[in-house]
């Protein structure tokens, strides 16, 4: 079965920093870009940031962009995503997915980030 | 503001036909492909449809997309009360080099 599991959410105060990771599991992680998208309270979805199955391609949204660092380390199956500057535009559910034009999309159930003093 | 543009809400009676609508420009929906994406409340987004019209297993035929030049279109026909969510549609942009969705479409099933 194919799991995404995301974790290091959590409250922080404006300019501060979290660290998230997310623990892939069942399918081929090593071969896979695998993407962090945000969803805000009762807003729609945002791509984040991609990182392509060997880590040599790196995008980011331009809301993120310098702020933010995404990694990985294929042999733990693991996805990173460093969050410094934190701003509360940065609150949201933080999804590890692979999105892709393919039937192979997953998705974790998300871990929130509150950025609030 | 969604970068895709998607009305915000859609309804329509059980059996009924519906239609959602995507609209991009040529940077994403009008040179690449569009993906829907199914969201029910406190769950995560789930693909409904892949490269414009295809369908992932498992996903029933009622759910088809098309695209036409920068638009793309969800159809759901058969309208049942378990497809109350929110779709959205996404595409990869060459100028951003990253995925872009749309603001999401809330359909209600009257």
Known sequence: EVQLVESGGGLVKPGGSLNLSCAASGFTFSGYTINWVRQAPGKGLEWVSSISSTGKDIFYADSVKGRFTISRDNAKNSLFLQMNSLRAEDTALYYCARVAYSSSSYWGQGTLVIVSS | ?110
């Open chain 2, 1 to 110: 503001q969604s970068v895709l543009t998607q009305p915000p809400s859609a309804s329509g009676t059980p059996g009924q036909r519906v239609t959602i609508s995507c609209s991009g420009s040529s940077s994403n929906t009008g040179s690449n492909s569009v993906n829907w994406y199914q969201q029910f409340p406190g769950t995560a987004p789930k693909l409904l449809i892949y490269t414009n019209n295809q369908r992932p297993s498992g996903v029933p035929d009622r759910f088809s997309g098309s695209k036409s030049g920068t638009s793309a279109s969800l159809a759901i026909s058969g309208l049942q009360s378990e497809d109350e969510a929110d779709y959205y549609c996404a595409a990869w942009d060459d100028s951003l080099n990253g995925w872009v969705f749309g603001g999401g479409t809330k359909l209600t099933v009257l």
